[in-house]
């Protein structure tokens, strides 16, 4: 029988749940008033118990007991269903799950995906008896789907992250319920990419413009064409001024931290030309404090470049401040790839530079950009990598000595 008790002077709601008796404990002391706050409480716990629709987490967000409660509201569910839950009581707990997985924005966003795109269509149908066959249906389905807000089809990439989504939570509830997952070999949609690089003037603008403690940050993604992961996860014992280089061995992600970088091209050595050698000296001076520290970090912590907070801020600032129009950052390392064609510098260095695949790659990507595109290898800078690949690496960081650049230009 659900009542309220006290221990050491605190109260406690005392019920059970799906024959599971449970205990919470409350910060309030055992007063009569009090007594008649907790009594309204868990009146209201007792009949959303009794419709089926407590949210436990919200009432007890703090409970140690939030695991144990998702896996008797999913046993309850399978009971109930008599053979598995459907799609959407799963996805009730599982979303619950999610809360200390993801970031915020991350699981709202999830969740909004899911109400609009996967819900409609799959709330009532059986998880157990969902086949491959009925998720290319699903998927055939999207690519009808209209946007309400501009009367056009949805996009690829809408497509796909509602298809992502969905192998979440049934590759979870395949373990979990332990059935084969029919989400196998499900073919994602191509997503057009369209290449936008900012013009060299672009680029000083940006440079002058922005905030301050972003500079030599901004400075060194637009000259070495390093990818968000990597720039944001660079550390100072992978940078060798004395050789004047980059080594590119892992990359950073909010989520999950450091990693070793993947993909035999990306882990690779990107040249420092003199403009960038000179920043990371003076920022080297300025800021380092040891070997596994990050290059660049958020202002006033002591960890690396938080993006949402860069493009939030400084990005989209700058952008409006200099009257550029607004693109992704993701476009700061096309427009390296731009630069360094339209100096002359050979495709097969750039692609290495970058860490893509092959030099067709970057031809077909970046030739509209570069009407005088050649295959020449007379230009100084050109030469200098091309050297500086055959002869060996250094150890990151043996000195702050400087490197002759006299055939070194932006």
Known sequence: MAKVTTRNGKLILDFTLHGVRLREQTSLKDTKTNRKKVDKVLKQILADIENDCLDYRTCFPESRLLGKIQK??????????QASPTLDAFAEIWFQQQANKLRPHSLSGYLNYYQKRIRPYWEKTELASIKREDILEYRAALLKMVNPENGELIKPATVNRSLQILRLIIDDASKQLQFDSPFIDIPFLKVPQKIWPFTEDEVEQIINAINPNYRTYILVWFYTGLRTREINGLR???????????????????????RPIKGEDSNRVVHMSLRVHEALVEHYEQTFDHLDSTVFKTQGKDTPVNNSNFCNRAWKTVCKKTGIAYRSPVHIRHTSAVIWLNQGINPTVVAKELGATYRGEVIRTYGEFVPSLTFQKNLSVDSLLQRAYQSPDNNPIDSLQSIDHQEVSE
């Open 236 to 258: 100072w014992k992978s940078v060798n001024l004395q050789a004047g280089v980059i080594h590119v061995v892992e990359v950073y992600c909010e989520r999950v931290g450091f």
């Open 72 to 81: 008797i509201q999913l046993e309850y569910s399978m009971q109930e269903n």
